[in-house]
């Protein structure tokens, strides 16, 4: 099976809806690719200072199948979420899909495969407050043979 490292630096957000009135605002991110599964899931660092501009610097490290960049259904999901006691309030999310983010990649980044994009922040169908500022880079290619592949899957990967 053909797979790529896939990693992806959350930089930071800005100008966000602030969602909590009464006391500071403390964002953390989650990211899932191909789907929102608790086990593909990875999150960020809460963020106690920024408040409605948080930065975290956080880089996360997936192994992606190659089929995933070969059509637009497997999607990169960056969900935003405030920090509360009772449970997590919801503040926006970026989604853009695997193939986007690898052309881009390949085409503008100098054949690095990397790039720095700001997308703007939804909630719901349409745009909502903010923007996420994030770089990403695509490993090369490899070979995995399936052994190999199902000790990664329990480890980290998402092959």
């Known amino acids: 099976m ?3 490292k896939f990693e992806i630096t959350l930089i930071s957000a ?26 593909t899931e990875k999150r960020t660092p809460t963020d106690k200072h920024g408040e ?15 089929t995933m960049l070969e059509n637009y259904n497997s999607m990169l999901v960056v969900k935003l979420y405030c920090k ?3 449970g997590d309030r919801y503040v926006g999310e970026i989604h853009t899909p695997m193939k986007e983010l690898f052309e881009y990649a390949k085409n503008g980044g ?15 169908c349409v745009n909502s407050q903010g923007a996420l500022r ?10 995995i043979d399936k052994l ?12």
């Open 2 to 4: 053909e797979c790529r």
């Open 14 to 39: 800005n100008n966000l809806e602030n969602v909590r009135m009464l006391c500071k605002m403390k964002v953390h991110a989650r990211v899932s690719i191909g789907g929102s599964s608790p086990e």
């Open 52 to 66: 409605v501009n948080p930065a975290w610097n956080f880089t996360m490290r997936y192994t992606i199948s190659e």
């Open 84 to 86: 509360r006691k009772m």
């Open 110 to 124: 100098g054949g690095t495969n990397a790039a720095v994009l700001t997308l703007p922040v939804q909630k719901g």
């Open 134 to 143: 994030f770089s990403y880079r695509f490993g090369e290619r490899v070979t």
């Open 148 to 159: 190999l592949l199902a000790e990664c899957v329990s480890s980290w990967s998402l092959c």
